[in-house]
C-alpha cells in the first residue's frame, strides 16, 4: 500500500528556512515521480516542485526557483524540500504527492491533476 508521510512544516518569520521531508513506501515501481504541492486558503493548489524518485530530473515552479531546493534519499525512501528566504506568501499546506509520469516539457511534475496518491500535508506559516 503506498503511503506518503510529510514533516517539518511549522512557524518561521521572513527569511528563514525550513525543510519539508516526505517519507515514501509501497510504490508498484522504481521509477517515479514525488511531486510537492501547496495551498493556501481560498486558492487553489499549485505546485511547488518535483523530482524522479531515481534524482535523475527535477523541476520548480518560478515562484520558489532559487530559494527552493528539492532532493531525493533513495536509501531512506525520503524526498526532501530545503526551503530557503521564506515569504509570507510561501505560507500554506504544503502536501508531497506521487505517481508514475516522466520528465517531459518546462512545467513537468507541477500538475496536481497528474498525481492519484496524497500525503496529508503539513503547514508551513511564515509571519514576523
Known amino acids: 500500500q503506498l503511503q506518503l508521510v510529510e514533516s517539518g512544516g511549522g512557524l518561521v518569520q521572513p527569511g528563514g528556512s525550513l525543510r519539508l521531508a516526505c517519507v515514501h513506501s509501497?510504490?508498484?515501481?522504481?521509477?517515479?515521480?514525488i511531486g510537492w504541492f501547496r495551498q493556501a486558503p481560498g486558492k487553489e493548489r499549485e505546485g511547488v516542485s518535483c523530482i524522479m524518485s531515481s534524482g535523475s530530473a527535477a523541476n520548480y515552479a518560478d515562484s520558489v526557483k532559487g530559494r527552493f531546493t528539492i532532493s531525493s534519499d533513495s536509501a531512506r525512501n525520503t524526498v526532501y524540500l530545503q526551503m530557503n528566504n521564506l515569504k509570507s506568501e510561501d505560507t500554506a499546506v504544503y502536501y508531497c504527492?506521487?505517481?508514475?509520469?516522466?520528465?517531459?516539457?518546462?512545467?513537468?511534475?507541477?500538475?496536481?491533476?497528474?498525481?492519484?496518491?496524497w500525503g496529508k500535508g503539513t503547514q508551513v506559516t511564515v509571519s514576523s
Open positions: 504527492a506521487a505517481d508514475t509520469l516522466l520528465p517531459s516539457g518546462p512545467n513537468w511534475g507541477l500538475s496536481a491533476a497528474l498525481y492519484d496518491n
Open positions: 509501497g510504490f508498484p515501481t522504481d521509477y517515479y515521480a
